[in-house]
């Protein structure tokens, strides 16, 4: 089956998030966190190296949107059921519409973690995958220092498949790193 023809509803919700595919026009929120959270993000994302500009966000986001619509790469944008406020992003990219299974990445806004956000946006997004796109396999990958987004994959029950030594360079390119991999199937 194409990947186009799958029925994606456009919110998931978990309890006290709900996760939307982005959309034209949500570049000024994400830049906002991004600004927000830049030193805790720094170190773990290329993305952010240098801070970006909200144009340049504003453009990453319609490329999200258009990767969700082509089914290449499915970006949520996390947002807190009561407040509306954006609470960061996750996705599953590195599809394999074949088998399929799924890679999860996720950031924070750092105004709002240690509140148990990302686990439970991650546990949620686990369930839809293998809920509703009938996933073999996800996988989250981090590097072997982020102690912080290791704990994620461990509180929802992802198993530590390796380390991958010297498997990556750090967000800023200057040094090698070690690469997690974590994974549940079914």
Request: glycine fraction near 6%.
């Amino acid at each position: 089956m194409n990947p186009q023809l799958i029925e994606l509803p456009s919110t998931i919700n978990t309890e006290r998030l709900f996760l939307r595919m982005p959309k034209p026009g949500d570049g000024k929120a994400v830049n906002d966190a991004i600004r927000a959270s830049i030193n805790e993000l720094k170190p773990w994302l290329p993305f952010v190296q240098n801070t970006p500009a909200v144009e340049d966000t504003e453009q990453n986001i319609r490329e999200a949107y258009i990767n969700f619509l082509n089914r290449e790469s499915l970006r949520f944008l996390i947002f807190h059921k009561q407040s509306q406020a954006l609470i960061g992003s996750t996705s599953l990219h590195n599809i394999d519409w074949r088998i399929p299974k799924f890679e999860i990445g996720y950031w924070v806004d750092t105004r709002f973690s240690g509140s148990g956000y990302i686990t439970e946006a991650i546990k949620g997004l686990s369930s839809f995958a293998f809920d509703e796109l009938k996933a073999r396999r996800l996988e989250i990958r981090c590097e072997s220092t982020n102690h912080k987004s290791r704990l994620i994959p461990e509180r929802i029950g992802y198993e530590l498949e390796g380390i991958l030594r010297n498997e990556d360079l750090s967000a800023d390119g200057k040094r090698l790193t070690d690469t997690c991999i974590y994974s549940k199937v079914q």
